[in-house]
């Protein structure tokens, strides 16, 4: 960390600075400019310390953090690729994965007939959610542990392993005893609650990108995960919250490479809720898939006038099947397969 | 709601649309214009319909609600505001509330020792965080039930009612046992598991707008409460996520207004987290005031540069005393009092 | 256009909005549901009524508008894809048009060094700046006319067509002289007074969307230059700004399906502004390419360390081949070529 | 500046650094840290560098600037306030400003009843717009100099100087012959060509934020104008675009005390354009004046329902009488007058 004084710090101001980084076990490093006296704050453990520690102090003027508040999430922490195994399908690999499902499982039929549809267009993970996260109280919140047996009869038939969220601690166990891999939504990105108690699962995590959670910050609640000792951590971009309203939200295109950059855990783009609508789920399935995603995320529903969520956002079978033949082309020109 | 269909429509898709509005119990509006085909849909209960079920359709362009997603939390519910009283307090009154105190609980003589000066300078309710939700997991993550017992003995003491934070549906009971107000936080705006548990709670709820909450997704986070059946919620504008990096947060000053009139419920300001520096907490307070909030929730440490959490965002004792007086000034221009 | 009038809406306010509607050459449509009056506004130009004339009017709770307030910019105007042709090169057609060359000119030597390197890798029009928008006046403001002078000459060299940036009404002669395509900057999206001249040209407008454009007021500018006859306007996107600040923006990968679904104009992204870091360009790029974009502006610079602007996100020479040749792959994978 | 090497730098990339930064007459500071190696710069003039250009560098990770990239815009500049006098009314002084006036100048009748009841209502200066940036071709786009005209007539019956916007260069010597104020409107926030003619110029300019505009960028800006040799500069806070869609813009209230900290120029605040909807006006004008602001802008409209412009956000005469008595008690609350 770096810490700026003001241009007129008193020599009193910059010693109590230099006191109580020693008092907090750092050694520290002093620069006096012409304009202004900076402290270097020099330790391993940077992302141990607050920044606003040292901003409340007379004096400083501001402070800098120079390594990032995170360390199991970097790519310092490990150079290669962390790879995630889910029901024989490898996450983070040369072949993209693709994840796909309805917004919520409605009935039996409805969600044993999807996981057919989709696993014979090429995707390789099922999704539905049985909880569902709605903004009204209104509104259909899922059909609970119904919905993950019927997940888990979809498993049987097709073979194909599934993700389901969890939206509270309360329900961990139970979604536990059926899922393949808990998935995070944006809303509880940084419910520290439920992050703790998934650091202690055996299971791999999909964690959602807040609908303003920086990346930093996504990095941050992944960490949350890796530092209660899971390992298996996926992190999903799906659009962030912007002035733009042609969207439903804005998907942060740029996020793929970055996060692909700082980190080592595998990238899923979520070109569904990126967009909120299906008309753009293609052309933004087939971007994220050329700047590098490991894995796709996508609504499909039998049909979507009936949804009873997220109708607007979901493909038909056969849009979906021909988005897999297309993405199958961008792949390969990536050097990627799916 | 508001069905406009695409220029060339066609008539089997017009009439389709009617047929599902049909279906979905409401009655219908056709207007035929040079350009569009509009559809409105009658009914009094516009909440329960989701726009995406149309968008989807063939021939429909866009949708467009007419009336708000919310129902208990507006203004047409309740002409009257809404007043809620808390250990002899009621907030929502001509008497703005003043609820102060640290971030964070540290220990049993920081907080006795805040509770006093703060009541001293005329704050009439203590907060002070037990359970804090962190961005990083190797931060202080406060003091827990040992944190409750110290807040509560500090009521004891100074008279003064409680409020503290709760994160998780697992910690409902146990804060319930201490507080008198549920404080929900920023990061659990949309935690829709724990709103529906204050919901059935018999105790105030003080819900956090969202870093990148809507006003109307605040109110129907309010929903979610009310319509559990807990009439005692305080909404609370902390400062939004924008691009403007020269403050922690952008306080939106016009959500005060925009909430008074759009709903009946008391609306809290907190100017420490929507500046994130302590210099400008008191012009925005005053701001807030002036502007409206029926009450304020300011950050006061006895030694900020000392604190495990927020410090460059709280007031010294000192400084909360010389604001309380300039307060006073301000309450009394807008016809109130503190 | 819709009024959507308030519940308790008096007949005689309902009424003076039906009169002020008819005055203004419009005819109504009355619906009068259980809990809103709603009143439609028929007639064939909507885009020429302000919403805010009937906001203010005692009763009336919200407007709402059912058709773009922009008309040759849109699909119903030109149901075929506009095509620009500049020195040979047809924008918006299949085969990806590829601008290149660095952000300022700083020298004949260095512009017409890369303009032959650009050429060499594939790049069919050369870009760079004369006249520069700089935030800081300290900046280096651009070469001015002899930069204009130097682009003519590397156009000469090369067979090249140039786009350079006008900044301001005062400079379109003299840029007109020399340029084959005017560039109006993010920042003067929205100068009308140059929108208007540049109107009245008759050589291509390449226009990027502003920093916090919206992709309705992006349009709406093209429409400014469209009304004033000048058909030949190419819309770019280049990043908007959000609260994410792990890049310098924030590129609007959704932007390109949208605008190819609304308007007929060609569309072209510029990854370079769009992430602000070199690092990200190429990934960017090629997404871009899978979700439609018609060409692409790239910056690059013989040596972007010693670049007099914008160094950060300049390619070396050497990137940039590597990226074309990386692109005609995505392009072939999405029916197109470079 | 700080330049913040990766953790594995080589020693000759560190060496190419150093050596830049020499080159470019700055001392350098090292600093060998256990992680990263750091570089400072030192030298008088970092407004000077550019970021970017040790950004592209072999091994470089980040560079952090120091010092504010403005010099006479800044408090460092000049300890104590700017004022500015305007037809014998001074700005930035105890005594708060009210400009207040119509968006546009629609006729010579208008402009002077209105003129007429703001210098009743206790305003002193007059606002009104000849020249208007439309976000739509279609929209009446000002008198042009007949408003000029008609605005200096009403000067001339009331002793109100008049304040109005120039939207180009061109209009710069024309607009000059009439107004008191040059205004420049937030679309022209980083219009550069215009910020150096009014740099040149011998009257009071007036600098909206632009709708995205950092404060950072706002007082860049500023060092436009002042750099040129025009000290008379005012900031003016007119609210940001961010997600909300509730009002029009997001007033930042934070930018006021932020602005009054960072800067000597007179702060200004627009609660019209800062809210959008008159009935917001009020409590903004009165928040804003409780936070610091030296001076107000206020739309007024005698018959806001028929104003061909911004009718939505304009005070009738008589509400702004009434808001002008309320500000009187704010005001004084805070130790100022009005």
Same mark, same amino acid.
């Given at each position: 960390?770096?810490?700026?004084?003001?241009?007129?710090?008193a020599p009193?101001?910059?010693e109590?600075?230099? $006191?109580?980084?020693?008092?907090?076990?750092?050694?520290? @490093?002093?620069?006096?400019?012409?304009?202004?006296?900076?402290?270097?704050?020099?330790?391993? #453990?940077? @992302?141990?310390?607050?920044?606003?520690?040292?901003?409340?102090? #007379?004096?400083?003027?501001?402070?800098?953090? *120079?390594?990032?508040?995170?360390?199991?999430?970097?790519?310092?922490?490990?150079?290669? #690729?962390?790879?995630?195994?889910v029901?024989?399908?490898?996450? +983070?690999c040369?072949?993209?994965? *693709?994840?796909? +499902?309805?917004?919520?499982?409605?009935?039996?039929?409805?969600?044993?007939?999807?996981?057919?549809?989709?696993?014979?267009a090429?995707?390789? /993970? !099922?999704?539905?959610?049985?909880? $569902?996260?709605?903004?009204?109280?209104?509104?259909?919140?899922?059909?609970?542990?119904?919905?993950?047996?019927?997940? &888990?009869?979809?498993?049987?038939?097709?073979?194909?392993?599934?993700?389901?969220?969890?939206?509270?601690?309360? #329900?961990?166990?139970?979604?536990?005893?059926?899922?393949?891999? %808990?998935?995070?939504?944006?809303?509880?990105?940084?419910?520290?609650?439920?992050?703790? /108690?998934?650091? $202690?699962?055996?299971?791999?995590?999909?964690?959602?990108? +807040?609908?303003?959670?920086?990346?930093?910050?996504?990095?941050?609640?992944?960490?949350y995960?890796?530092?209660?000792?899971?390992?298996? /951590?996926?992190?999903?971009?799906?659009?962030?919250?912007?002035?733009?309203?042609?969207?439903?939200?804005? %998907?942060?295109?740029?996020?793929?490479?970055?996060?692909?950059?700082?980190?080592?855990?595998?990238?899923?783009?979520?070109?569904?809720?990126?967009?909120?609508?299906?008309?753009?789920?293609?052309?933004?399935?087939?971007?994220?898939?050329?700047?590098?995603?490991?894995?796709?995320?996508?609504?499909?529903?039998?049909?979507?006038?009936?949804?009873?969520?997220? +109708?607007?956002?979901?493909?038909?079978?056969?849009?979906?099947?021909?988005?897999?033949?297309? !993405?199958? !082309?961008?792949?390969? &020109?990536?050097?990627?397969?799916?």
């Amino acid at each position: 960390m770096i810490i700026v004084m003001k241009s007129h710090a008193a020599p009193k101001e910059i010693e109590d600075v230099v $006191k109580r980084v020693e008092e907090l076990g750092y050694k520290i @490093h002093l620069s006096r400019g012409e304009a202004r006296t900076i402290i270097g704050v020099i330790g391993a #453990d940077e @992302h141990l310390i607050a920044n606003s520690t040292f901003e409340v102090m #007379d004096g400083v003027e501001r402070t800098m953090r *120079v390594m990032q508040p995170y360390k199991m999430a970097s790519r310092d922490f490990s150079a290669s #690729d962390t790879v995630i195994e889910v029901g024989g399908v490898p996450i +983070g690999c040369k072949r993209i994965v *693709v994840m796909a +499902g309805p917004c919520s499982v409605e009935s039996r039929e409805m969600i044993l007939e999807t996981a057919h549809l989709v696993k014979a267009a090429g995707a390789t /993970v !099922l999704r539905g959610g049985a909880f $569902k996260p709605r903004s009204s109280p209104y509104s259909f919140q899922g059909l609970g542990e119904e919905g993950l047996k019927y997940l &888990a009869e979809a498993r049987e038939q097709t073979g194909l392993p599934i993700i389901t969220e969890v939206m509270s601690t309360d #329900d961990v166990e139970l979604v536990g005893e059926y899922t393949d891999i %808990f998935q995070v939504g944006a809303r509880n990105m940084q419910n520290y609650s439920l992050l703790k /108690v998934l650091g $202690k699962q055996r299971k791999p995590v999909f964690l959602k990108r +807040g609908m303003s959670g920086t990346i930093q910050e996504l990095l941050m609640s992944a960490e949350y995960i890796l530092a209660g000792g899971n390992m298996q /951590v996926m992190l999903c971009e799906r659009g962030i919250r912007t002035y733009e309203t042609a969207t439903r939200n804005t %998907f942060d295109i740029n996020a793929i490479p970055v996060l692909k950059e700082q980190s080592h855990l595998p990238v899923v783009a979520d070109p569904s809720h990126g967009t909120g609508m299906w008309q753009y789920v293609a052309p933004v399935a087939k971007a994220a898939v050329a700047a590098g995603a490991d894995a796709l995320m996508i609504e499909v529903h039998p049909n979507p006038a009936r949804a009873w969520s997220d +109708g607007a956002q979901s493909l038909t079978p056969e849009r979906f099947a021909k988005l897999m033949a297309d !993405l199958r !082309l961008i792949a390969a &020109a990536v050097g990627r397969e799916i």
